[in-house]
C-alpha cells in the first residue's frame, strides 16, 4: 500500500523559521520561501489545524507563544550512551506520521529501531483510544525491540517501561511522577503521558516488541477543553523554567529505556516491584474496576508479578489484567 503524502510537507520550511519565536515578518517570509503572502497565510493556517499555535500581529508578522526545538536524528544519537547506541539502529524523525507505533512495524528496521515524530494523526493508548498529539506539542517515540528468549511474565514489561520513563524524567529535573497502572504517567491526577506496547511472536519463540511512548511537552492553550473525559498536564507546567530540550529529553528515554528492556530480561518484573511499589499512584486508593459492562469495587492492593492489577474486593482478592478494564479512582 501506497504511503500517504505528508500534509505538513510544504509547510516545513516555515515551521523552521518560525521555531526561534522571533516575529517573522509575512512579506519576509514569502521573499525567503519563494512564496506569495497569500501561500505563507495557508502554510500558516495548515500549521495551525495541526495543532500549532501561531499568534499574527499585523505590526509584527508570525510568532510562535514560544521557541519550538524541532527533534534532530544526529542530536539525539550522539546523545546516547555507548550501550544504548550499539543497540539502537537507525533513527528515524518524521514530521508527521499517523503512528510511530504502525510506521516501525511495517518498516521494520530492526532491533532498537527508533521512530519519532513531531505529531501523530492517529495515535493510540490503551483499548483503542486516541492519543491527542499537536504538532510539536509532545514527545513521540516509539522503539522496536526483539527477546529471541522471551523473559517469563511479558505481560508486566508495561509496568518496568514506566519505571523506565519516571527515571528519564528525574534524569531531567522532572520530580514527581507517578504511574497510575497500567501505562500512564501521570503528575498528581492529572495525565502526563503514556505507553503502549505492542507484541508479536509464536509460542516459545522470539518475540518482537514496539515499545511506543508519547509525553505531554507543551501543549497548546486549550488543551484541557479538548480532553474532557481527563486531566492532563505538561511538562512545561512542571517547571519553574523552560522544560527539558525534546532532543536530549528523548535521548535519554531512549537510554533508560535500553537499559530497562536488557534489565527486564534477566530479572523480569522482580527487578522492578520494590521501585514500582515507590511509583505506583493508585497506592491505598479505593478504586472502582469497570469491564465488559461490569463495575467492582475494592481497595488497591499491588500488583502481582505478571503485572495484573490486585483488588481487595468483599470476596477477596482479585487479580485484573490490561486490555480488559478501565479503573478510576474513587472516594
Not at 517573522?24 to 514569502?30: F, V
Not at 521573499?31 to 499574527?56: C, F, H, M, N, P
Not at 530497562?260 to 523480569?268: A, K, S
Request: glycine share 12%; proline share 6%.
Amino acid at each position: 500500500m501506497a504511503e500517504r503524502p505528508d500534509p505538513l510537507a510544504h509547510a516545513w520550511p516555515l515551521l523552521e523559521r518560525l521555531a526561534d519565536g522571533r516575529p517573522h515578518n509575512g512579506r519576509m517570509l514569502g521573499e525567503s520561501l519563494g512564496l506569495t503572502r497569500a501561500a505563507i497565510w495557508k502554510q500558516i493556517d495548515q500549521l495551525r489545524r495541526a495543532g500549532l499555535t501561531v499568534e499574527a500581529d499585523a505590526a509584527h508578522g508570525y510568532t510562535l507563544p514560544h521557541p519550538l526545538e524541532l527533534l534532530d536524528a544526529d542530536r539525539i544519537h550522539a546523545a546516547l550512551l555507548p550501550l544504548t547506541a550499539a543497540a539502537v539502529g537507525e533513527i528515524s524523525v518524521l514530521q508527521t506520521t499517523p503512528s510511530t507505533n504502525a510506521w516501525l512495524r511495517t518498516r521494520r528496521p530492526g532491533p532498537g529501531g527508533i521512530c519519532l515524530a513531531e505529531a501523530q494523526t492517529e495515535g493510540r493508548g490503551r483499548r483503542g483510544r486516541s492519543w491527542y498529539s499537536p504538532l510539536g506539542a509532545g514527545l513521540l517515540l516509539s522503539m522496536s525491540w526483539r527477546y529471541t528468549d522471551p523473559p517469563a511474565a511479558i505481560g508486566s514489561l508495561s509496568l518496568a517501561v514506566g519505571l523506565g520513563c519516571v527515571a528519564a524524567l528525574e534524569q531531567c529535573g522532572i520530580a514527581g511522577v507517578g504511574l497510575k497502572w497500567p501505562n500512564d504517567l501521570v503528575h498528581g491526577d492529572a495525565k502526563l503521558g503514556g505507553i503502549l506496547i505492542e507484541m508479536q511472536g509464536e509460542a516459545n519463540g522470539p518475540i518482537d516488541l514496539v515499545i511506543g511512548i508519547g509525553i505531554n511537552h507543551r501543549l497548546p492553550v486549550g488543551t484541557e477543553a479538548q480532553r474532557p473525559d481527563r486531566d492532563v498536564v505538561d511538562l512545561a507546567s512542571l517547571c519553574a523554567g523552560a522544560p527539558p530540550g525534546r532532543n536530549d529529553l528523548a535521548a535519554v528515554l531512549a537510554d533508560q529505556l535500553v537499559s530497562t528492556l536488557v534489565r527486564f530480561q534477566t530479572e523480569g518484573f522482580q527487578g522492578f516491584a520494590q521501585a514500582y511499589t515507590q511509583a505506583d499512584a493508585l497506592a491505598g486508593k479505593r478504586l472502582r474496576v469497570e469491564a465488559d459492562g461490569s463495575e467492582t469495587v475494592g481497595s488497591h492492593a499491588g500488583v502481582a508479578g505478571d503485572g495484573a492489577l490486585l483488588l481487595q474486593t468483599e470476596s477477596g482478592v482479585q487479580r485484573i489484567y490490561a486490555g480488559e478494564v478501565s479503573v478510576r479512582a474513587t472516594t
